[in-house]
């Protein structure tokens, strides 16, 4: 073998080796730069939501509403029992109120007493009338009331004649001079005299007495 093919044989295998250096290199480095990026991928780091703060109320203030409200509530009793012994103890007076539309026994009670409290003494002094529910009233239907003579007004009422018709009946009646066919039962009391115990065949040429104010 000659000198320049022993030479260039020579470079050859050196040139194989530095290919195969280069790549070996190559592999390690990206091996190398993977690992550092995966070292220095962030972990994911969970928020902590702070619990929200309850602001407490002041026990003082607390304690202060407290007292209002037992001050109110005996302040309610004390004019309640007020006005209960003033019925039941002052010379009082038998009186009839007559129930008007959207009444209840609260608001005449507030009407007539000035507190609300006084329906369970409206509803005692007229349970035989109202039945077990006092929630249902009618109406011109006339309760009894308890009021001191100083206070009572006696009801007044003033009244012009109404001559019957043919075929007329007291909830007709009651519809044309009332505008109401419920007020039949105010025609019934204010003439139970006249009209007797038949009131559904009501002769002609009766003579009726009408209010000019139903509700004086």
Not at 28 to 51: G, R
Not at 154 to 164: A, G, H, N, S, W
Request: aromatic share 8%.
């Amino acid at each position: 073998m000659s000198r320049l093919m022993v030479a260039m044989l020579v470079i050859a295998l050196m040139v194989f080796s530095c290919g195969k250096q280069a790549v070996q290199e190559e592999e390690l480095t990206e091996e190398i730069v993977q690992t550092q990026i995966q070292e220095k991928e962030p972990v994911p780091v969970q928020k902590t939501v702070p619990a929200p703060v309850v602001e407490q109320a002041e026990p003082a203030k607390v304690e202060a509403s407290v007292g209002a409200t037992t001050e109110t509530i005996q302040q309610k009793e004390g004019k309640l029992e007020e006005v209960l012994q003033v019925v039941t103890e002052s010379d009082t007076v038998d009186m009839f109120y007559m129930v008007k539309q959207n009444d209840y026994l609260s608001k005449i009670a507030k009407n007539e007493y000035g507190n609300i409290a006084m329906w369970k003494m409206i509803y005692k002094w007229n349970r035989k009338k109202i039945g077990d529910n006092p929630n249902l009233i009618y109406p011109f239907h006339e309760f009894l009331l308890k009021k001191p003579k100083t206070v009572a007004n006696d009801l007044k009422y003033e009244f012009r004649k109404y001559t019957v018709k043919a075929n007329e009946s007291l909830w007709s009646i009651a519809g044309s001079e009332y505008n109401n066919n419920y007020a039949w039962i105010v025609l019934l009391r204010d003439n139970a005299d006249v009209l007797g115990s038949n009131l559904e065949k009501i002769p002609p040429g009766t003579v009726l007495k009408i209010r000019t104010n139903i509700f004086n």
